[in-house]
C-alpha cells in the first residue's frame, strides 16, 4: 500500500508540473484537472468496476493511467484487483517514467523557463 501510495504521489506530482510549466495562466493550469484528469478518474474504475462499462469504454480504460492506480490501490486494500498488481505497477512505472523524460526535454529545450 505504502509503494502505491507513493507511486500515485510521485506520478500526479510530475503531471502536476507538467501542466504548471505549460500553462500561461492560472485558468489553464485548472483547465487540464477539470477536463482531461476529472474524466480519467470516472472512467478508471474509482466507483465501480469496468465490468459494468460498455466494451467500447471498457478498451479505452486499459490506456487510463489512473485506472492502473485505482486497480493497485484495490489490490492493496482488498487483495484482489481488476488486473495483475505487477501489470498496474508496470503500467505505472511507464507513465512516471514518460512524465520525467518530458520533463527532462522541458529542462533541456528550456521551454518556457525564464532565463
Known amino acids: 500500500m505504502m509503494l502505491m ?3 500515485s504521489c ?3 506530482s510530475l ?3 507538467i501542466i504548471g510549466i505549460c500553462s500561461d ?3 489553464q493550469i485548472n483547465f487540464i ?3 482531461v484528469i476529472t474524466p480519467l478518474v470516472f472512467l478508471g474504475g474509482s466507483f465501480y468496476t469496468i465490468d459494468v462499462l460498455p466494451e467500447m469504454w471498457q478498451s479505452f480504460t486499459l490506456f487510463n493511467p489512473i485506472f492502473y492506480l485505482i486497480s493497485g490501490f484495490r489490490y492493496s486494500f482488498f487483495g484482489t484487483g481488476e488486473i495483475n498488481i505487477l501489470l498496474s ?3 505505472i512505472s511507464v507513465f512516471i517514467i514518460v512524465c520525467i523524460i518530458i520533463i527532462w526535454r522541458i529542462f533541456k529545450t528550456g521551454y518556457k ?3
Open 25 to 27: 495562466n492560472f485558468e
Open 15 to 17: 503531471l502536476g508540473f
Open 10 to 12: 510521485i506520478s500526479f
Open 113 to 115: 523557463i525564464k532565463t
Open 33 to 35: 484537472p477539470m477536463l
Open 89 to 91: 505497477l508496470l503500467f
Open 5 to 7: 501510495l507513493l507511486l
